[in-house]
Nanobody
Framework: QVRLEESGGGLVQAGGSLRLSCEAS????????MSWYRQAPGKQRELVAI???????NYADSVKGRFTISRDNAKPTLYLQMNSLRPEDTAVYYC?????WGQGTQVTVSS
């Protein structure tokens, strides 16, 4: 059974940083493409960042240069380091793999 559990969200001032984590189980983590999505109130869920099994990465234009996705296959855990946060980054952030989703973690950025 695939299980994804996010943590690390919270309230932060604009310009601050947060690191999200997603612990995975029930999958061969090192072989799986992993991604972070987010959904703001009243908006559709959008892709934030994606990392391949070979550690290649891709980012939404809105977060390039500020967010970094990474993975630790030994743990196995997915991360999202978020720097220079903006109020428009406020959303519920979800980890995704193998067409499954975690429960999400709330990130709120105050101006």
């Amino acid at each position: 059974q695939v299980r994804l559990e996010e943590s690390g969200g919270g309230l932060v001032q604009a310009g601050g940083s947060l690191r999200l984590s997603c612990e995975a189980s029930g999958i061969i983590f090192r072989r799986i493409v992993m991604s972070w999505y987010r959904q703001a109130p009243g908006k559709q869920r959008e892709l934030v960042a994606i990392i391949g099994s070979d550690d290649t990465t891709n980012y939404a234009d809105s977060v390039k240069g500020r967010f970094t996705i990474s993975r630790d296959n030994a743990k196995p855990t997915l991360y999202l380091q978020m720097n220079s946060l903006r109020p428009e980054d406020t959303a519920v952030y979800y980890c995704s793999a193998a067409s499954r989703w975690g429960q999400g973690t709330q990130v709120t950025v105050s101006s």
